[in-house]
């Protein structure tokens, strides 16, 4: 079931509606899904296709990563070629060009006299006029590309062979206009090569024979060259097939995951670059035809690097737009459960939601194992604790391979990589986690995805903060650590003694998590009649931002027995606002109202507490845990 997202679906289906009678030519900017990984960018994706594939020319592309040449434009465009190639009823989309381009890259020129080559080529390009020949031509390119990029078109699966031979089989009748006839005409497509919709004055012929040799090159100027080629033969047929096509039709619509591998970002630039050309060059009858193509692609950050942001309101001008995915609202969670069990869905949403912060994958999954084992919604812990059935590994490990998994698609996440997001769980900030890579193996150092992603670390109040679902995992699982130097005091002990001077709750707050609890009590008391109230509060909110997994017993957690002492009183809150606020696993309705109660009754305790000018402030932070539950 699809949920929420729909401000980011309008942004694309208002670029892929037909154009108004007045509006430019120009092309629509590129869209670049931005988020952690199981934020739910694919499944973006997967909904503008099921969206869109019946009324327009669309397909979802993957590049896959395999060995070998990882920069290689060919497969990718091949089988977004093919891809858009079939089309909707009324819609034709053809490729002459890029065909006539493959046929020439594809032969072999060398040790030919020029006079030879040019021979060759055209004898080349009369025999592919006959629907046998180019057919066998297709099919093995199709099946080649297919082979190397995932690709999802209307009405077919993600299948190789028959994937490959219906696309084939849908572009042949395209170019044959229909089934009867055997031989066609390559038309203006071999002359496109000697001005490319660029006022070029070359000859056609000799620029495919150049083509060919300097597709073969390992240079990566000459093989940015011959990727912009390909990509103006590619653009230049979209133009050509949606200018045939009667009244105005929607844009063609290429959605493209995984947008930070190679062979992607290199067709991404490449068409930028080639739109650009064609903008600042002298108009042409070729590329005054309007630029039909919407692209939307994914990226953990790497390839939204200068994007424009969209502002949530519309379309913005610029050549490319980043669209931040966020988490799931609670409204999008409750709706969630609702699919899964509606009698339960609003404490299931509720208890899901308080441990997922809406992160779209992690969701889906809590919701679907609380599905399974209701009794789990009073002991998360468990659910955490229990086995994923599908990777046969721990809940909360296969969550965090979730992250892992989003800041690189070319390689699968491993245990190292989790480890080390584990170790760097315990920084309450982006620039405080720079103390822990030092703990970290390599390749696991500043320049490493794990400490450098923008959406694993994502701004949040002025800094940027771990996801606060990995940063709860990742707690939890280096409180189990057992190594003395990497384990839970390991790792804070490193963090309270690198912190700043002038941090003075930085240095409480890792105190705290070190079991000095009674000793930070103690300070911040002793600050009730010094400080402003807000800015005392403020200060006690900064050392429990972070829970503390290792402390479970209610009893503990309550601060039962300490003296009716405002430091008594600070003690007991150290406890209960932290497992009120930030630890999901507290999750018994009974538990929590008991909770509640205590903090009403300490945050009064310290209102009354002499010397206190301001009381209101503590008054309110009471109020704040009378008031109605819904939060938790």
């Given at each position: 079931?699809?949920v929420?997202?729909?401000?980011?679906?309008?942004l694309?289906?208002?670029?892929?509606?037909?154009r108004?009678e007045?509006?430019?030519?120009?092309p629509?900017?590129v869209?670049?899904?931005?988020?952690?990984?199981?934020?739910g960018r694919?499944?973006i994706?997967?909904e503008?296709l099921?969206?869109w594939?019946?009324?327009?020319a669309?397909?979802?592309?993957?590049?896959?990563?395999?060995?070998?040449d990882r920069?290689?434009?060919?497969p990718?465009?091949t089988?977004?070629?093919?891809?858009l190639?079939?089309g909707?009823?009324g819609?034709?989309?053809t490729?002459p060009?890029?065909?006539?381009?493959?046929?020439?890259i594809?032969?072999?020129f060398?040790?030919?006299?020029?006079?030879?080559?040019?021979?060759?080529?055209?004898?080349?390009?009369n025999?592919?006029?006959?629907?046998?020949?180019?057919?066998?031509?297709l099919?093995?390119?199709?099946?080649?590309?297919?082979?190397?990029?995932?690709?999802?078109?209307p009405g077919?699966?993600?299948?190789?062979?028959?994937?490959?031979?219906?696309a084939?089989?849908?572009?042949?009748?395209r170019l044959?206009r229909g089934?009867?006839?055997?031989?066609?005409?390559?038309?203006?497509a071999?002359d496109w090569?000697?001005h490319?919709?660029?006022?070029?004055?070359?000859?056609?012929e000799t620029?495919?024979?150049?083509?060919?040799?300097r597709?073969?090159?390992?240079?990566?100027?000459?093989?940015?060259?011959?990727?912009d080629?390909?990509?103006?033969?590619?653009?230049?047929?979209?133009?050509?097939s949606h200018?045939?096509?009667r009244g105005?039709p929607?844009?063609?619509?290429?959605?493209?995951?995984?947008?930070?591998?190679?062979?992607a970002?290199?067709?991404?630039?490449s068409?930028?670059r080639m739109?650009l050309?064609?903008?600042?060059?002298?108009?042409?009858?070729?590329?005054?035809l309007p630029d039909?193509?919407?692209?939307v692609?994914?990226?953990a950050?790497?390839?939204?690097?200068?994007a424009?942001?969209?502002p949530?309101?519309g379309?913005?001008?610029?050549?490319r737009?980043?669209?931040?995915?966020?988490d799931?609202?609670?409204?999008?969670?409750?709706?969630?459960?609702r699919s899964?069990?509606?009698?339960?869905?609003?404490?299931?949403?509720?208890v899901?939601?308080r441990?997922?912060?809406?992160?779209?994958?992690?969701?889906?999954f809590?919701?679907?194992?609380?599905n399974?084992h209701?009794?789990?919604?009073?002991?998360?812990?468990?659910?955490?604790?229990g086995?994923d059935?599908?990777?046969d590994?721990r809940a909360?490990?296969h969550?965090?391979?979730?992250?892992v998994?989003?800041?690189?698609?070319?390689?699968?996440p491993?245990?190292?990589?989790?480890?080390a997001?584990?170790?760097?769980?315990?920084a309450?900030?982006?620039?405080?986690?720079?103390?822990?890579?030092r703990?970290?193996?390599?390749?696991?150092g500043?320049?490493?995805?794990l400490?450098t992603s923008?959406t694993?670390?994502?701004a949040?109040g002025?800094?940027r903060?771990?996801?606060?679902?990995?940063?709860?995992?990742?707690?939890?699982?280096?409180?189990?650590r057992?190594?003395a130097q990497?384990?839970?005091?390991?790792?804070?002990r490193?963090?309270?003694?690198?912190t700043?001077?002038?941090?003075?709750?930085?240095?409480?707050?890792?105190?705290?998590?070190?079991?000095?609890?009674a000793?930070?009590?103690?300070?911040?008391a002793a600050?009730?009649?010094?400080?402003p109230?807000?800015?005392?509060l403020a200060?006690?909110?900064?050392v429990?931002?972070?829970?503390?997994?290792r402390?479970?017993d209610?009893?503990?957690?309550?601060?039962?027995g300490?003296?009716?002492?405002?430091?008594?009183?600070?003690?007991?809150?150290?406890?209960i606002?932290?497992?009120?606020?930030?630890?999901?696993c507290v999750?018994?309705?009974?538990d929590?109202?008991?909770?509640?109660?205590?903090?009403?009754?300490?945050f009064?305790?310290?209102?009354g507490?002499?010397?206190v000018?301001?009381?209101?402030?503590?008054l309110?932070?009471?109020?704040?845990?009378s008031?109605?539950?819904?939060?938790?």
């Amino acid at each position: 079931m699809f949920v929420g997202r729909t401000s980011v679906l309008g942004l694309i289906g208002e670029l892929t509606e037909p154009r108004g009678e007045n509006a430019a030519a120009g092309p629509r900017p590129v869209v670049v899904l931005t988020g952690c990984g199981g934020s739910g960018r694919t499944a973006i994706l997967k909904e503008a296709l099921r969206t869109w594939r019946d009324r327009t020319a669309s397909v979802l592309v993957q590049p896959l990563v395999l060995d070998g040449d990882r920069t290689s434009l060919r497969p990718l465009l091949t089988s977004i070629m093919l891809g858009l190639g079939v089309g909707v009823p009324g819609y034709s989309v053809t490729f002459p060009r890029s065909l006539v381009a493959q046929l020439a890259i594809s032969a072999n020129f060398a040790g030919l006299p020029a006079g030879d080559q040019h021979t060759r080529l055209r004898e080349r390009l009369n025999d592919y006029k006959r629907r046998p020949a180019l057919d066998n031509f297709l099919r093995t390119l199709a099946h080649d590309s297919f082979a190397l990029v995932r690709v999802q078109v209307p009405g077919l699966p993600d299948l190789v062979p028959k994937l490959a031979a219906q696309a084939t089989e849908s572009a042949l009748n395209r170019l044959y206009r229909g089934r009867g006839l055997m031989r066609f005409s390559w038309g203006d497509a071999v002359d496109w090569f000697g001005h490319q919709d660029q006022d070029f004055a070359n000859d056609a012929e000799t620029t495919l024979i150049e083509l060919s040799a300097r597709a073969k090159s390992k240079d990566p100027m000459i093989r940015r060259g011959v990727d912009d080629v390909l990509v103006a033969a590619f653009l230049a047929d979209l133009r050509r097939s949606h200018a045939r096509v009667r009244g105005r039709p929607p844009q063609m619509l290429l959605l493209l995951d995984d947008g930070d591998v190679p062979a992607a970002t290199t067709f991404v630039r490449s068409l930028l670059r080639m739109r650009l050309a064609i903008a600042d060059g002298r108009p042409t009858p070729g590329n005054r035809l309007p630029d039909p193509l919407t692209v939307v692609t994914t990226s953990a950050g790497p390839a939204a690097a200068g994007a424009a942001p969209w502002p949530g309101t519309g379309p913005v001008a610029g050549p490319r737009v980043r669209v931040e995915v966020a988490d799931l609202s609670p409204s999008e969670v409750l709706q969630l459960a609702r699919s899964h069990d509606w009698a339960t869905s609003e404490r299931t949403g509720s208890v899901a939601g308080r441990l997922t912060h809406g992160h779209a994958a992690a969701t889906e999954f809590v919701l679907r194992r609380l599905n399974d084992h209701p009794r789990w919604l009073d002991d998360l812990g468990a659910l955490l604790d229990g086995h994923d059935p599908d990777e046969d590994v721990r809940a909360d490990r296969h969550l965090l391979r979730i992250f892992v998994r989003g800041l690189d698609p070319q390689r699968p996440p491993d245990d190292d990589s989790v480890e080390a997001l584990i170790t760097l769980a315990a920084a309450r900030t982006w620039q405080e986690a720079a103390v822990l890579v030092r703990l970290l193996p390599p390749p696991f150092g500043l320049g490493s995805e794990l400490y450098t992603s923008p959406t694993l670390w994502a701004a949040s109040g002025g800094e940027r903060r771990l996801h606060p679902l990995a940063r709860y995992l990742g707690l939890r699982a280096l409180a189990a650590r057992p190594d003395a130097q990497t384990g839970w005091d390991g790792v804070f002990r490193l963090l309270r003694g690198k912190t700043h001077p002038d941090d003075q709750a930085g240095r409480w707050h890792h105190e705290r998590l070190l079991g000095g609890r009674a000793k930070v009590a103690d300070e911040l008391a002793a600050l009730l009649t010094e400080l402003p109230s807000a800015e005392w509060l403020a200060l006690f909110d900064a050392v429990v931002v972070t829970p503390d997994p290792r402390v479970t017993d209610l009893t503990e957690i309550k601060g039962l027995g300490r003296p009716p002492t405002p430091a008594g009183h600070t003690d007991a809150l150290l406890g209960i606002v932290p497992a009120l606020e930030r630890d999901p696993c507290v999750t018994r309705p009974e538990d929590i109202a008991a909770l509640r109660q205590l903090a009403w009754h300490g945050f009064l305790q310290l209102a009354g507490t002499e010397g206190v000018a301001d009381k209101q402030p503590f008054l309110d932070r009471a109020a704040r845990y009378s008031a109605d539950s819904s939060r938790y």
